[in-house]
């Protein structure tokens, strides 16, 4: 099936403005995270989602960030007032990580979303 | 919470030769350790990962140790070729919490 998929691809914008960024994960899968990567840079974890509700927020920079999902399906990952260093690409992935189970799995990630902020 | 190091950051190899990627983790309950290649401006993608019940796996030129009671793993690279040139993720995690712990990566470089 399809896999991971984000959008948009590229945003760029003003300092000041909000941006919402979006992903469809794999069908099926449970668990959703959203990373943020800057240039030549790991993988910072900002949230993971449990079907809709958000059991780790820990990771969210700063209040000017919130994530949100419905239907246990597409994400949005919004982002307020948005500021220079917010500049990044923004990473979703989605794994079967079910309640109960023993180990996690695999994480498939999405083709991430590069935000620019002017 | 679980702390996972990764060394070296930079790794500069001759093609054909071996590439090794070392992790340590901290949380002894970490079970699951799978190891991501992320090419330039390209998702990242698992590539192996291992289980705490067992100490090595191997898929053709890659494979993954892990010794446990060192709580330390490890990615071996063999017969290194010019498209295995990216940056490479480690990550430890456990059953009960589903978000894995990232190494910072290490850049490997195949030089033709």
């Known amino acids: 099936g399809a896999g991971v998929s984000q959008s948009p691809s590229n945003k760029v914008t003003e300092k000041g403005k909000d941006v919402e960024l979006r992903c469809d994960p794999i069908?099926?899968?449970?668990?959703l995270y959203w990373y943020r990567q800057s240039l030549g840079q790991g993988l910072e974890f900002l949230i993971y989602f449990q079907g809709n509700s958000a059991p780790d927020k820990s990771g969210l920079p700063s209040d000017r960030f919130s994530a949100e999902r419905t239907g246990g399906s597409v994400s949005t990952l919004t982002i307020q007032r948005t500021q220079q260093e917010d500049s990044a690409v923004y990473l979703c992935?989605?794994?079967?990580?079910?309640?109960?189970?023993?180990?996690?799995?695999?994480?498939?990630f999405g083709p991430g979303t590069r935000l620019t902020v002017l | 919470g679980e702390n996972v190091e990764q060394h070296p950051s930079t790794l500069s190899v001759q093609e054909g030769d071996s590439a090794v990627i070392k992790c340590t983790y901290s949380d002894s309950a970490s079970n699951y350790f799978p190891w991501y290649k992320q090419e330039l401006g390209k998702r990242p993608q698992l590539i192996i990962d291992i289980r705490s019940n067992v100490g090595e796996k191997k898929d053709q030129r890659i494979a993954v140790t892990l010794n446990k009671t060192a709580k330390h793993f490890s990615l071996h690279i063999t017969e290194t070729q010019p498209e295995d040139s990216a940056v490479y993720f480690c990550a430890a995690s456990f059953g009960g919490s589903y978000i894995p712990t990232f190494g910072r990566g290490t850049s490997l470089i195949v030089h033709p």
């Open positions: 992935a989605s794994s079967l990580a079910l309640q109960g189970h023993r180990y996690a799995g695999e994480q498939f």
């Open positions: 069908s099926g899968h449970t668990a």
